[in-house]
């Protein structure tokens, strides 16, 4: 606009001068046009070359980490830019700790601003840490890149297209930090499979409970105790532990869900795993939510492998709100797939008179089950006498009340 008008204003100078045999105006719209003219060229040749790049030192974090991120501005010929402006979309989510963020029309979006000058053959970088606030995908980038001539009369943009991804695990808790035992947080694993039992490796002598073979029976210390006693072995495999996570905060099902106990049952979720699997266990996990990004269940079948680790802390960092069904229904479908006498885990921030009576009815057919709650109100149904249920809430609000984890 401003080049057009320059040429327009110019050219009626240089008009002028010739209908009045004036030199001076001749001259001045004549010098004008050359300026004109190197500033056009300027412009269409500003953008050559001229290269914006941007890396971050991981593509995968924890939710409180930092992360270093570089980002450079490269020309790579012999025209200086007297004016280089770069704008790099930046995700919410993710906070400069060493810098400022400009604000964006657009929703979640914020962007990363940078303006300098560049002599021939110069490049230009920044360096930041950001610090993962919330667990997650996020994307950074595109960016656009602005530039022009000396005069500040043309200017050229272009969008610089790559984008870079970074996963954000959820936060993990110490398992002693949530009040369970630091050692077998789940009572002893190895005393509930005999039928795995090495009868080379002796544990002791324990009370007979019903469903014990009658060859272990040890009847030397049945004569003496005058009571039955059996022999126990170390189990030759290990336990397997499946973590229930209900993302059915609220009772509500699809109407409503609570951010707040979704976030606090994805942090135990993923301690419990991330403890289970430091021990080398058997580790599952099942969820009744879908990815935030795709519309699939989100879901990891028992196992025991190095990819174990990222196939669950990946399907939680992507776990969203929106429910594939209930979290019985989830149990019922996946249960021919539950090993026999594995331990359940249920993370929920509702306890329903339903969950009660199907982890009432897990627990009689041998399977291990222990409540893990983190609800903001009390439970809705009566807990069972006999199951293990744990209320982790004033932990997290006593965290959230301090904003320790901001």
Known sequence: MVGGFGALLFLVL????????????????????????????????????????????????????????AVEVRNAKPLPLPRVKVEDDFPEGVALVDGVLKASPR???????????????????WKYRIRCLRRGYFRFGPARVESGDLFGFFTSTSQEPTVHHLLVYPRVVPLSELGLPALRPFGDFRRRSWLFQDNTRPMGIRDYQPGDAMKLVDWKATARSQALKVREFESTVSHCLVVVLNLDTLGLAWRAYSSLVLERGVTVAASVAHDALTRGQMVGLFTNGTSLL?????????????RQYLSIFETLAMVGPYLSG?????????????????????????????????????????????????????????????????????????????????
């Open 14 to 69: 240089g008009a002028v001068g010739l209908a009045a045999h004036e030199g001076v105006l001749v001259a001045l719209g004549g010098m004008g046009a050359l300026t004109l003219g190197l500033s056009w060229a300027w412009q269409r040749l500003c953008l050559e070359d001229l290269s914006y790049k941007r890396e971050i030192a991981t593509v995968r974090a924890f939710q409180g980490e930092e992360v270093d991120i």
């Open 107 to 125: 929703a979640g979006v914020f962007l990363l601003a940078h303006s300098t000058a560049l002599a021939w053959y110069e490049s230009v970088q």
């Open 294 to 306: 795709y519309e699939r269940p989100m879901s990891v079948l028992p196992a025991r492998d190095r």
């Open 326 to 406: 209930t979290v019985e229904e989830v149990l019922e479908r996946h249960r021919a797939r539950l090993p026999f006498g594995a331990t359940l885990v249920l993370v929920t921030g509702v306890f329903t008179q339903a969950l009660a009576q199907l982890f009432r009815e897990l627990q009689r057919v041998g399977y291990g089950v222990h409540v893990l709650y983190v609800g903001e109100g009390p439970p809705e149904a009566e807990v069972p006498s006999l199951m293990a249920f744990q209320d982790l809430s004033p932990f997290f609000r006593a965290h959230e009340a301090t904003d320790e984890w901001e």
